[in-house]
């Protein structure tokens, strides 16, 4: 077998296991936690369908392709949940010792290329990026919301949280930050989030 195709096999199994990594998210219909592949997957699918409500012009393909592989990295870091503090200090050491490892298994171009697309992500400067976010930090809000906001319960998070969470939102999309901001709202006055 070609060595080119043999590492592109290998990379292929390694992200597998991004199965196995799961999130402090419960499925909707307070199903079980999630795993990192089902969250990529599911904000790839939702950039596509929100894609009329980005603030600029993106190239949908870039958005989706980021979506699908910012998460890659916790195959090795693990998964930071979003208002854990702690972690959030370690975080981009742990997710930038793991993209050298998972991402060099691939052919050194390849590895560049989504080297270079993680890091756009994680820079937040470009529509793309701005806009991946915004459905990185949307999906998990309306699961919670499904759930009656039992994820914030637990973890005890405060609308402020969420907000802080949320700051960057408007910058990919005024549209959805107003979604988001009407169901944080909601969850107010439900009593699902302490202000």
Avoid at 21 to 33: A, C, I, K, N
Wanted: charged fraction near 30%; glycine fraction near 4%.
């Amino acid at each position: 077998m070609e060595k080119r195709i043999e590492k592109q096999l290998a990379f292929s199994l390694e992200i597998d296991k991004v199965k196995n990594v799961f999130r402090q998210t419960h499925l909707s219909g307070h199903g079980r936690l999630e795993n990192d592949a089902e969250h990529s997957w599911h904000i790839a699918v939702m950039a596509y369908l929100f894609r009329e409500y980005a603030n600029e012009q993106v190239d949908i393909a870039k958005v989706m392709m980021m979506c699908l592989i910012h998460d890659i990295v916790e195959i090795d870091a693990g998964d930071t949940y979003a208002y854990d503090e702690e972690g959030l200090k370690t975080q981009k050491n742990r997710e930038d010792a793991a993209k050298q490892r998972i991402f060099s298994i691939l052919p050194t171009e390849q590895a560049n290329e989504l080297i270079s697309l993680f890091d756009e992500f994680e820079a937040y400067e470009t529509a793309e990026s701005r806009f991946a976010h915004v459905m990185d930090n949307l999906q998990p809000l309306i699961l919670n919301n499904s759930n009656n906001g039992n994820d914030w319960k637990e973890h005890h998070i405060k609308s402020a949280q969420i907000y802080k969470r949320q700051s960057k939102t408007k910058l990919g999309s005024e549209k959805l930050f107003d979604v988001i901001d009407n169901i944080i709202q909601e969850n107010i006055q439900k009593g699902n989030l302490k202000e």
